[in-house]
């Protein structure tokens, strides 16, 4: 009861640290004194009111600030308004969403995951009977009907992630809609929409999101799909976002080409494709269709150890070339190749391992560099990338201790 400011209606309800330092300094430099009539609240008699602004802490300010809006407008409002409105909720969007709370509580209570949805035009709040004057005006912003059924069933979260007066967010939308299945907001770009790591078909989406039907597009759909079920699969945070930097968006660059390609008969992912698959095809694509072959003059980089033997039958490769990588991929059908920047940078080291006998078994062994010396297994990978032998993975680890 000791100062106050002038606030305007753009001011946030949820304050910000830099909010609620400048709401402190102006509360600090006001002069306001209280008239004698102004009588102290009920709910705040046995409340200490004498308390020294400059003892409070930025915490204190947003909380009592966010006390202070509850009770002005109403708990129920309060989280009314940030379900509708949850990025950057002001004051005259509280004062909105009390006028038509009624209608607002009825819509939501029929399907609350489109909250956001409602947020787009709130001249509709007047005149809401039921959802369908929102779907028209999403219809009529390129929506498809596939997409708003998909839409009912996603979770608030993603919703809100979308900027839905954006042509280029609601193309990736219509895009998501089309690959079937649930898209947690972890594999959505904030600022584009884009799925990680599929940020360059963007352009491609914009001229075709209304269009996901041709052989190109259902190329393009299977060929996510698959990169979506191997990133689900992978339970390390660091192997999901090395597939989201390194290998999705050379798996983007050949979907796109595939796409734009004047073949007679155009290449059709199938059902039986795996993930494997794809990446073998994608480095077939980058290293051979796009003339990168050994036509070419080679790259090589520096080899840590070159080859050698370890054991009576065990023998190991360093593959130090573009051609050798090329020839592993040719001899273990793998994406092998597509490995060659990390090998140029030093960050990794791939050979080739064979154990001789009379059951011989091969595979090809990645190094990862850890610290300035110091080498560890990144993985081990048979032919067509299947798993290895006890054997084999004893034989890494001997070579592992060569390369520390």
């Given at each position: 009861m000791k100062a106050r400011v002038k606030l305007a209606e753009s001011c946030r309800v949820v304050l910000s640290d830099e909010a609620a330092w400048n709401l402190k300094s102006d509360l600090m430099r006001s002069v306001w004194q209280a008239p004698p009539s102004i009588q102290v609240p009920e709910c705040l008699l046995e409340s200490r009111l004498d308390f020294p602004l400059e003892a409070a802490s930025l915490n204190d300010i947003q909380r009592a600030w966010t006390s202070a809006i509850r009770k002005r407008y109403g708990a129920d409002v309060f989280k009314l308004a940030l379900r509708i409105i949850p990025k950057h909720t002001t004051l005259l969007d509280l004062s909105q969403v009390a006028a038509f709370k009624t209608v607002l509580h009825a819509r939501l209570g029929e399907n609350p995951s489109l909250a956001p949805l409602?947020?787009?035009?709130?001249?509709?709040?007047?005149?809401?009977?039921?959802?369908?004057?929102?779907?028209?005006?999403?219809?009529?912003?390129?929506?498809?009907?596939q997409t708003w059924r998909w839409l009912t069933h996603q979770t608030t979260a993603y919703?809100?992630?979308?900027?839905?007066?954006?042509?280029?967010?609601l193309s990736w939308v219509n895009f998501h809609a089309a690959l079937n299945r649930n898209i947690p907001i972890s594999w959505v770009d904030k600022q584009?929409?884009?799925l990680m790591g599929f940020g360059g078909l963007s352009t491609w989406l914009?001229?075709?999101?209304?269009?996901?039907?041709?052989?190109?597009?259902?190329?393009?759909?299977?060929?996510?799909?698959?990169?979506?079920?191997?990133?689900?699969?992978?339970?390390?945070?660091?192997?999901?976002?090395?597939?989201?930097?390194?290998?999705?968006?050379?798996?983007?660059?050949?979907?796109?080409?595939?796409?734009?390609?004047?073949?007679?008969?155009?290449?059709?992912?199938?059902?039986?494709?795996?993930?494997?698959?794809?990446?073998?095809?994608?480095?077939?694509?980058?290293?051979?269709?796009?003339?990168?072959?050994?036509?070419?003059q080679n790259v090589f980089w520096p080899e840590i150890l070159g080859m050698g033997k370890l054991g009576d039958?065990?023998?190991f490769i360093e593959l130090n070339?573009?051609?050798?990588?090329?020839?592993?991929?040719?001899?273990?059908?793998?994406?092998?190749?597509?490995?060659?920047?990390?090998?140029?940078?030093?960050?990794?080291?791939?050979?080739?391992?064979?154990?001789?006998?009379?059951?011989?078994?091969?595979g090809t062994l990645e190094l990862r560099r850890v610290?300035?010396?110091?080498?560890?297994?990144?993985?081990?990978?048979?032919?067509?990338?299947?798993?290895?032998?006890?054997?084999?993975?004893?034989?890494?680890?001997?070579?592992?201790?060569?390369?520390?």
């Open positions: 409602l947020a787009q035009d709130r001249g509709m709040w007047s005149n809401l009977p039921n959802w369908q004057l929102v779907k028209n005006r999403m219809l009529a912003q390129g929506l498809s009907q919703i809100a992630r979308i900027n839905w007066g954006q042509l280029s967010h584009t929409a884009a914009r001229r075709n999101h209304e269009n996901l039907g041709t052989v190109a597009a259902l190329n393009i759909l299977r060929g996510t799909r698959l990169a979506l079920q191997r990133r689900e699969s992978n339970i390390k945070l660091e192997h999901r976002k090395e597939l989201e930097l390194e290998e999705f968006p050379l798996i983007a660059d050949w979907l796109l080409g595939s796409a734009a390609s004047t073949r007679k008969r155009p290449l059709v992912i199938s059902r039986n494709w795996t993930y494997d698959t794809l990446m073998a095809r994608q480095a077939h694509w980058h290293l051979v269709e796009l003339d990168v072959d050994f036509g070419r039958n065990i023998e070339s573009l051609n050798a990588l090329l020839s592993e991929a040719k001899k273990m059908h793998h994406c092998v190749p597509s490995y060659i920047d990390r090998c140029m940078a030093g960050d990794v080291c791939i050979f080739h391992l064979q154990i001789k006998g009379h059951s011989p078994q091969r610290g300035a010396k110091a080498w560890q297994i990144s993985q081990l990978k048979g032919p067509c990338n299947a798993p290895v032998s006890s054997q084999l993975w004893s034989a890494a680890y001997l070579l592992l201790n060569r390369a520390n």
